[in-house]
Protein backbone atom coordinates (compact mmCIF):
# COMPACT_ATOMS: atom_id res chain seq x y z
CA UNK A 1 0.00 0.00 0.00
CA UNK A 2 1.46 3.59 -0.85
CA UNK A 3 1.59 6.41 1.22
CA UNK A 4 -1.59 8.38 -0.11
CA UNK A 5 -4.08 8.59 2.37
CA UNK A 6 -6.97 6.25 2.49
CA UNK A 7 -10.52 7.28 0.82
CA UNK A 8 -12.56 7.06 4.03
CA UNK A 9 -15.70 7.83 2.12
CA UNK A 10 -14.84 5.23 -0.84
CA UNK A 11 -14.61 3.00 2.16
CA UNK A 12 -17.61 3.60 3.55
CA UNK A 13 -19.81 3.15 0.24
CA UNK A 14 -18.02 -0.11 -0.41
CA UNK A 15 -18.74 -1.83 2.88
CA UNK A 16 -20.64 -5.21 3.05
CA UNK A 17 -24.13 -4.40 4.62
CA UNK A 18 -26.62 -1.84 5.32
CA UNK A 19 -24.94 1.36 6.99
CA UNK A 20 -26.15 4.51 7.87
CA UNK A 21 -25.07 7.87 9.58
CA UNK A 22 -27.39 9.58 11.64
CA UNK A 23 -27.39 12.59 13.62
CA UNK A 24 -28.47 12.97 17.34
CA UNK A 25 -31.65 14.01 15.83
CA UNK A 26 -32.31 10.78 13.66
CA UNK A 27 -31.69 12.40 10.75
CA UNK A 28 -29.79 10.20 8.10
CA UNK A 29 -26.69 11.97 7.32
CA UNK A 30 -25.00 9.57 4.76
CA UNK A 31 -25.99 6.17 3.79
CA UNK A 32 -23.94 3.44 1.48
CA UNK A 33 -24.68 1.91 -1.87
CA UNK A 34 -26.04 -1.53 0.17
CA UNK A 35 -28.13 0.94 1.87
CA UNK A 36 -29.97 2.38 -1.05
CA UNK A 37 -30.04 -0.87 -2.75
CA UNK A 38 -31.25 -2.91 0.12
CA UNK A 39 -33.95 -0.11 1.55
CA UNK A 40 -35.39 0.51 -1.87
CA UNK A 41 -34.95 4.25 -1.54
CA UNK A 42 -32.88 6.85 -3.44
CA UNK A 43 -30.81 8.61 -1.65
CA UNK A 44 -32.78 11.76 -1.98
CA UNK A 45 -35.37 9.98 0.04
CA UNK A 46 -32.71 9.34 3.22
CA UNK A 47 -30.29 12.17 3.04
CA UNK A 48 -31.71 14.68 5.26
CA UNK A 49 -34.94 12.65 6.43
CA UNK A 50 -35.87 11.76 9.73
CA UNK A 51 -35.78 8.24 10.24
CA UNK A 52 -39.36 7.02 11.41
CA UNK A 53 -40.44 9.42 8.25
CA UNK A 54 -38.56 7.16 5.78
CA UNK A 55 -39.43 4.16 7.76
CA UNK A 56 -42.54 3.79 10.27
CA UNK A 57 -43.81 0.68 11.62
CA UNK A 58 -46.63 -0.85 9.67
CA UNK A 59 -50.00 1.30 10.23
CA UNK A 60 -51.70 -2.18 9.37
CA UNK A 61 -50.11 -4.10 11.99
CA UNK A 62 -51.24 -3.48 15.36
CA UNK A 63 -48.45 -5.63 17.52
CA UNK A 64 -45.79 -3.94 15.14
CA UNK A 65 -42.89 -3.15 17.97
CA UNK A 66 -39.85 -2.48 15.14
CA UNK A 67 -39.83 1.39 15.32
CA UNK A 68 -40.54 1.51 19.07
CA UNK A 69 -37.28 -1.04 20.03
CA UNK A 70 -35.05 0.61 17.52
CA UNK A 71 -35.86 4.53 19.13
CA UNK A 72 -35.55 2.92 22.60
CA UNK A 73 -32.22 1.77 21.09
CA UNK A 74 -30.41 4.64 19.28
CA UNK A 75 -31.27 6.80 22.58
CA UNK A 76 -29.60 4.60 24.52
CA UNK A 77 -26.70 4.88 22.82
CA UNK A 78 -26.75 8.86 22.67
CA UNK A 79 -27.51 8.48 26.20
CA UNK A 80 -24.68 6.57 27.35
CA UNK A 81 -22.35 6.25 24.52
CA UNK A 82 -22.37 2.84 24.23
CA UNK A 83 -22.80 0.31 21.50
CA UNK A 84 -26.22 -1.55 21.55
CA UNK A 85 -26.88 -4.73 19.68
CA UNK A 86 -30.77 -5.59 18.75
CA UNK A 87 -31.98 -8.67 19.22
CA UNK A 88 -33.89 -9.95 15.53
CA UNK A 89 -36.78 -7.59 14.66
CA UNK A 90 -39.49 -7.91 12.24
CA UNK A 91 -39.95 -4.28 10.43
CA UNK A 92 -42.30 -4.49 7.70
CA UNK A 93 -41.36 -2.13 4.96
CA UNK A 94 -43.87 0.34 2.59
CA UNK A 95 -43.23 -0.46 -0.95
CA UNK A 96 -42.04 2.73 -2.70
CA UNK A 97 -43.31 1.57 -6.21
CA UNK A 98 -47.04 0.58 -4.26
CA UNK A 99 -48.18 2.75 -1.44
CA UNK A 100 -50.16 1.24 0.90
CA UNK A 101 -48.32 -2.15 0.25
CA UNK A 102 -46.07 -3.58 3.29
CA UNK A 103 -43.27 -6.09 2.77
CA UNK A 104 -42.50 -8.27 5.37
CA UNK A 105 -38.65 -8.01 6.36
CA UNK A 106 -36.90 -9.43 9.35
CA UNK A 107 -33.73 -7.30 10.14
CA UNK A 108 -30.46 -7.81 12.73
CA UNK A 109 -29.29 -4.39 13.60
CA UNK A 110 -26.59 -2.82 15.45
CA UNK A 111 -26.04 0.66 16.93
CA UNK A 112 -22.78 2.62 17.46
CA UNK A 113 -21.50 5.69 18.51
CA UNK A 114 -19.14 8.06 17.16
CA UNK A 115 -17.85 10.66 19.67
CA UNK A 116 -16.55 14.37 19.31
CA UNK A 117 -13.16 15.68 20.66
CA UNK A 118 -15.48 16.46 24.07
CA UNK A 119 -16.23 12.77 24.07
CA UNK A 120 -19.97 13.53 22.99
CA UNK A 121 -22.11 11.45 20.46
CA UNK A 122 -21.87 13.59 17.21
CA UNK A 123 -23.53 10.50 15.32
CA UNK A 124 -24.85 7.21 15.38
CA UNK A 125 -24.19 4.50 12.85
CA UNK A 126 -26.69 2.32 12.53
CA UNK A 127 -25.78 -1.14 10.42
CA UNK A 128 -28.48 -3.18 9.46
CA UNK A 129 -28.03 -7.07 8.48
CA UNK A 130 -30.87 -8.06 6.53
CA UNK A 131 -32.01 -11.32 7.33
CA UNK A 132 -35.56 -12.01 5.19
CA UNK A 133 -34.21 -14.60 2.93
CA UNK A 134 -32.44 -16.75 5.74
CA UNK A 135 -35.82 -17.08 7.49
CA UNK A 136 -37.93 -17.53 4.71
CA UNK A 137 -35.54 -20.10 3.17
CA UNK A 138 -36.20 -22.47 6.06
CA UNK A 139 -39.50 -22.22 5.01
CA UNK A 140 -38.55 -23.09 1.18
CA UNK A 141 -36.57 -25.75 1.97
CA UNK A 142 -37.64 -29.10 0.51
CA UNK A 143 -40.66 -27.41 -0.98
CA UNK A 144 -44.66 -27.23 0.52
CA UNK A 145 -42.97 -31.03 2.02
CA UNK A 146 -42.08 -32.03 6.28
CA UNK A 147 -39.00 -30.39 6.00
CA UNK A 148 -40.80 -26.91 4.81
CA UNK A 149 -43.08 -27.74 7.18
CA UNK A 150 -40.44 -28.03 10.22
CA UNK A 151 -38.59 -24.59 8.29
CA UNK A 152 -41.54 -22.79 9.34
CA UNK A 153 -42.00 -23.79 12.82
CA UNK A 154 -38.14 -22.90 12.85
CA UNK A 155 -38.94 -19.19 11.60
CA UNK A 156 -41.80 -18.57 13.57
CA UNK A 157 -39.56 -19.90 16.76
CA UNK A 158 -36.73 -17.83 15.98
CA UNK A 159 -38.75 -14.75 15.43
CA UNK A 160 -40.66 -15.75 18.85
CA UNK A 161 -37.57 -15.88 21.04
CA UNK A 162 -36.28 -12.45 19.93
CA UNK A 163 -39.84 -10.87 20.73
CA UNK A 164 -39.49 -12.93 24.07
CA UNK A 165 -35.84 -11.09 24.09
CA UNK A 166 -37.49 -7.71 23.31
CA UNK A 167 -39.42 -8.00 25.88
CA UNK A 168 -37.15 -9.14 28.66
CA UNK A 169 -35.23 -6.30 27.59
CA UNK A 170 -37.81 -3.80 28.46
CA UNK A 171 -38.97 -5.14 31.72
CA UNK A 172 -35.68 -5.32 32.97
CA UNK A 173 -35.26 -1.49 32.01
CA UNK A 174 -38.03 -0.94 33.74
CA UNK A 175 -37.19 -2.33 36.59
CA UNK A 176 -33.74 -0.88 36.73
CA UNK A 177 -35.54 2.52 36.44
CA UNK A 178 -38.12 2.28 39.53
CA UNK A 179 -34.95 0.86 41.55
CA UNK A 180 -33.10 4.34 40.04
CA UNK A 181 -36.50 6.53 41.41
CA UNK A 182 -36.14 4.69 44.49
CA UNK A 183 -32.55 5.03 44.87
CA UNK A 184 -32.91 9.29 44.30
CA UNK A 185 -35.53 9.56 46.62
CA UNK A 186 -33.48 7.59 49.67
CA UNK A 187 -30.36 9.72 48.26
CA UNK A 188 -32.29 12.89 48.43
CA UNK A 189 -33.63 12.11 52.39
CA UNK A 190 -29.82 11.57 53.14
CA UNK A 191 -28.51 14.62 51.66
CA UNK A 192 -28.48 17.79 54.01
CA UNK A 193 -31.48 20.21 53.45
CA UNK A 194 -30.80 23.08 51.68
CA UNK A 195 -31.82 25.34 54.61
CA UNK A 196 -29.15 23.70 56.86
CA UNK A 197 -26.39 25.45 54.16
CA UNK A 198 -28.63 28.58 53.43
CA UNK A 199 -26.65 31.09 56.07
CA UNK A 200 -23.68 29.94 55.15
CA UNK A 201 -23.65 31.98 51.30
CA UNK A 202 -23.13 28.39 49.92
CA UNK A 203 -25.39 26.47 47.05
CA UNK A 204 -25.37 22.86 46.76
CA UNK A 205 -26.37 20.79 43.88
CA UNK A 206 -26.81 17.52 42.89
CA UNK A 207 -27.44 15.87 38.73
CA UNK A 208 -27.95 12.15 39.18
CA UNK A 209 -26.24 10.72 36.06
CA UNK A 210 -28.37 9.83 32.79
CA UNK A 211 -29.58 6.01 32.59
CA UNK A 212 -31.55 3.86 35.11
CA UNK A 213 -27.94 2.09 36.35
CA UNK A 214 -25.81 5.00 36.74
CA UNK A 215 -26.63 6.74 39.97
CA UNK A 216 -26.61 7.44 43.76
CA UNK A 217 -22.49 7.11 44.31
CA UNK A 218 -21.93 11.16 45.12
CA UNK A 219 -22.76 13.12 48.06
CA UNK A 220 -21.78 16.43 50.12
CA UNK A 221 -21.75 17.60 53.57
CA UNK A 222 -21.63 21.01 54.84
CA UNK A 223 -21.24 20.63 58.69
CA UNK A 224 -20.70 23.72 61.45
CA UNK A 225 -17.91 22.59 63.54
CA UNK A 226 -17.12 22.51 67.24
CA UNK A 227 -14.87 25.12 68.70
CA UNK A 228 -14.72 29.01 66.93
CA UNK A 229 -16.50 30.10 63.85
CA UNK A 230 -15.49 27.37 61.60
CA UNK A 231 -17.33 24.65 59.20
CA UNK A 232 -16.56 21.22 57.76
CA UNK A 233 -17.44 20.94 53.80
CA UNK A 234 -17.28 18.20 51.87
CA UNK A 235 -17.67 15.74 49.04
CA UNK A 236 -17.08 12.26 48.33
CA UNK A 237 -17.65 9.66 45.35
CA UNK A 238 -18.96 5.80 45.83
CA UNK A 239 -18.36 3.11 43.38
CA UNK A 240 -21.41 1.57 42.31
CA UNK A 241 -24.89 2.16 41.15
CA UNK A 242 -28.47 2.32 42.35
CA UNK A 243 -29.53 1.65 45.84
CA UNK A 244 -26.33 0.29 47.14
CA UNK A 245 -24.26 2.90 46.08
CA UNK A 246 -27.00 4.97 47.75
CA UNK A 247 -26.63 2.84 51.04
CA UNK A 248 -23.14 3.11 51.10
CA UNK A 249 -23.10 6.77 50.64
CA UNK A 250 -25.15 7.57 53.19
CA UNK A 251 -22.75 5.51 55.93
CA UNK A 252 -19.77 7.31 54.61
CA UNK A 253 -21.43 10.84 54.61
CA UNK A 254 -23.12 9.82 58.27
CA UNK A 255 -19.50 9.03 59.64
CA UNK A 256 -17.92 11.65 58.22
CA UNK A 257 -20.12 14.33 59.62
CA UNK A 258 -19.79 12.70 62.71
CA UNK A 259 -16.42 12.43 62.79
CA UNK A 260 -15.24 15.73 61.53
CA UNK A 261 -17.11 17.34 64.73
CA UNK A 262 -15.10 15.84 66.87
CA UNK A 263 -11.53 15.78 64.58
CA UNK A 264 -8.61 17.71 65.08
CA UNK A 265 -8.47 18.64 61.70
CA UNK A 266 -9.59 16.71 58.07
CA UNK A 267 -6.83 14.61 57.97
CA UNK A 268 -7.56 12.59 60.83
CA UNK A 269 -11.27 13.11 59.94
CA UNK A 270 -10.51 10.72 57.10
CA UNK A 271 -8.03 8.50 58.99
CA UNK A 272 -10.89 7.89 60.72
CA UNK A 273 -13.55 7.40 57.79
CA UNK A 274 -11.17 5.16 56.24
CA UNK A 275 -11.23 2.87 58.66
CA UNK A 276 -15.02 2.56 58.97
CA UNK A 277 -14.48 2.16 54.94
CA UNK A 278 -12.77 -1.18 55.52
CA UNK A 279 -15.97 -2.40 56.70
CA UNK A 280 -18.39 -1.44 54.54
CA UNK A 281 -19.32 -3.47 51.92
CA UNK A 282 -19.30 -1.47 48.95
CA UNK A 283 -17.33 1.26 49.90
CA UNK A 284 -14.08 -0.05 48.26
CA UNK A 285 -12.38 2.53 46.11
CA UNK A 286 -14.69 5.28 47.29
CA UNK A 287 -12.86 8.71 47.31
CA UNK A 288 -13.50 11.80 49.27
CA UNK A 289 -11.91 15.43 50.19
CA UNK A 290 -13.07 17.62 53.23
CA UNK A 291 -12.27 21.05 53.98
CA UNK A 292 -12.47 22.85 57.34
CA UNK A 293 -12.48 27.11 56.92
CA UNK A 294 -11.69 28.70 59.82
CA UNK A 295 -13.21 32.41 59.06
CA UNK A 296 -11.45 33.61 62.49
CA UNK A 297 -8.72 32.54 61.24
CA UNK A 298 -9.30 33.14 57.51
CA UNK A 299 -7.49 30.12 56.63
CA UNK A 300 -8.91 26.50 54.86
CA UNK A 301 -7.21 23.10 56.29
CA UNK A 302 -7.45 20.09 53.52
CA UNK A 303 -7.38 16.83 52.89
CA UNK A 304 -8.12 14.23 50.06
CA UNK A 305 -8.75 10.67 49.79
CA UNK A 306 -8.34 9.85 46.24
CA UNK A 307 -10.54 12.72 45.05
CA UNK A 308 -10.43 15.76 42.43
CA UNK A 309 -8.98 18.92 44.13
CA UNK A 310 -10.90 21.37 45.60
CA UNK A 311 -10.83 24.97 43.64
CA UNK A 312 -10.19 28.61 45.53
CA UNK A 313 -11.36 31.54 43.21
CA UNK A 314 -10.06 34.80 43.87
CA UNK A 315 -11.63 37.82 42.95
CA UNK A 316 -9.38 39.13 40.20
CA UNK A 317 -10.07 35.69 39.06
CA UNK A 318 -7.43 33.90 39.85
CA UNK A 319 -8.25 30.00 40.71
CA UNK A 320 -6.09 27.90 42.92
CA UNK A 321 -6.71 24.21 42.93
CA UNK A 322 -5.95 22.45 46.52
CA UNK A 323 -4.02 19.84 45.52
CA UNK A 324 -0.70 19.53 48.39
CA UNK A 325 -3.10 16.94 50.54
CA UNK A 326 -3.55 14.27 48.08
CA UNK A 327 -3.87 10.44 48.99
CA UNK A 328 -5.04 7.41 47.99
CA UNK A 329 -9.29 6.61 48.34
CA UNK A 330 -10.51 6.15 51.40
CA UNK A 331 -10.16 1.85 52.06
CA UNK A 332 -6.54 1.81 50.29
CA UNK A 333 -3.94 2.50 53.01
CA UNK A 334 -2.72 -0.50 54.41
CA UNK A 335 -0.21 1.33 56.73
CA UNK A 336 -0.96 2.86 59.44
CA UNK A 337 0.24 6.50 58.55
CA UNK A 338 -1.63 9.87 59.25
CA UNK A 339 -3.32 11.26 55.92
CA UNK A 340 -1.95 14.28 54.66
CA UNK A 341 -2.85 17.82 55.23
CA UNK A 342 -2.17 21.49 53.99
CA UNK A 343 -3.49 24.90 54.29
CA UNK A 344 -4.02 28.11 52.81
CA UNK A 345 -5.55 31.79 53.43
CA UNK A 346 -8.45 33.10 52.34
CA UNK A 347 -9.61 36.92 51.91
CA UNK A 348 -12.98 37.68 51.84
CA UNK A 349 -14.94 37.65 48.09
CA UNK A 350 -12.70 34.19 47.36
CA UNK A 351 -15.17 31.18 46.65
CA UNK A 352 -14.62 27.42 48.09
CA UNK A 353 -15.64 24.89 45.13
CA UNK A 354 -15.92 21.15 45.79
CA UNK A 355 -17.11 18.58 43.29
CA UNK A 356 -17.53 15.18 41.70
CA UNK A 357 -15.46 14.00 39.07
CA UNK A 358 -18.67 13.38 37.25
CA UNK A 359 -18.37 17.46 36.35
CA UNK A 360 -14.72 17.33 35.24
CA UNK A 361 -14.16 13.61 33.63
CA UNK A 362 -14.37 12.81 30.48
CA UNK A 363 -14.40 9.73 28.01
CA UNK A 364 -10.96 9.78 26.17
CA UNK A 365 -9.70 13.10 28.02
CA UNK A 366 -7.30 13.83 30.08
CA UNK A 367 -8.76 14.87 33.98
CA UNK A 368 -6.19 17.87 33.34
CA UNK A 369 -8.36 19.31 29.95
CA UNK A 370 -11.29 19.04 32.74
CA UNK A 371 -9.69 21.00 35.28
CA UNK A 372 -8.89 24.22 32.72
CA UNK A 373 -12.54 23.89 31.52
CA UNK A 374 -13.82 24.21 35.07
CA UNK A 375 -11.21 27.12 35.94
CA UNK A 376 -12.15 29.02 32.97
CA UNK A 377 -15.93 28.66 33.74
CA UNK A 378 -14.97 29.83 37.78
CA UNK A 379 -12.66 32.83 36.33
CA UNK A 380 -15.54 34.00 33.90
CA UNK A 381 -18.75 33.76 36.58
CA UNK A 382 -16.96 34.50 40.20
CA UNK A 383 -18.70 37.68 40.46
CA UNK A 384 -21.62 35.90 40.59
CA UNK A 385 -23.55 34.94 44.07
CA UNK A 386 -23.46 31.21 44.67
CA UNK A 387 -26.26 29.72 43.75
CA UNK A 388 -26.16 31.32 39.66
CA UNK A 389 -22.51 30.37 39.74
CA UNK A 390 -23.13 27.15 40.46
CA UNK A 391 -25.95 26.94 37.95
CA UNK A 392 -23.94 28.19 35.28
CA UNK A 393 -20.64 25.71 35.48
CA UNK A 394 -23.09 23.15 35.57
CA UNK A 395 -24.63 24.67 32.05
CA UNK A 396 -21.10 25.01 30.71
CA UNK A 397 -19.49 21.69 31.97
CA UNK A 398 -22.48 19.13 31.68
CA UNK A 399 -23.15 17.41 28.74
CA UNK A 400 -26.66 18.82 27.52
CA UNK A 401 -28.77 15.54 27.41
CA UNK A 402 -27.22 14.89 30.97
CA UNK A 403 -23.66 13.30 32.12
CA UNK A 404 -23.53 9.46 32.25
CA UNK A 405 -22.25 9.86 35.88
CA UNK A 406 -23.67 11.52 39.46
CA UNK A 407 -22.27 15.02 39.94
CA UNK A 408 -22.09 16.43 42.97
CA UNK A 409 -21.35 20.63 43.71
CA UNK A 410 -20.57 22.81 46.55
CA UNK A 411 -19.87 26.70 45.89
CA UNK A 412 -18.87 28.67 49.39
CA UNK A 413 -18.63 32.36 49.57
CA UNK A 414 -15.90 33.17 52.15
Known amino acids: MNDSAIDYAAVFQALPGMVA ?107 VEEVT ?11 GGRAGSRGRVLEAELYTRARELQDLNDRLRQAHAREREVALALQEAMLPAHRQVGHHRAAVRYRPAVGALNVCGDWYDL ?64 TAVTTFVDFDRRTITYSSAGHPPPALVRPDGRVEFLDRATDPPLDARPDPEPRPEAETAFADGDTLVLYTDGLIERRREDIDTGLARLADALTRHRASDPDTLADAVLLELLPPGGATDDTALIVVRL
Not at 46 to 64: E, R, T, Y
Open 21 to 127: LLGPDLVFADVNEEFVRQSGREREQLIGHHLFDVFPDNPNDSAATGMRNLKASLHRVLDTGERDAMALQRYDVEDPERPGQWQERYWSPCNAPVCGPDGEVVLLVHR
Open 133 to 143: ELIRARGRRGG
Open 223 to 286: VDLVGGNRIGVSVGDVVGHGLAAAGVMGQLRSALTATSRVADGPAQALDVLGRYAHVVDGAESA
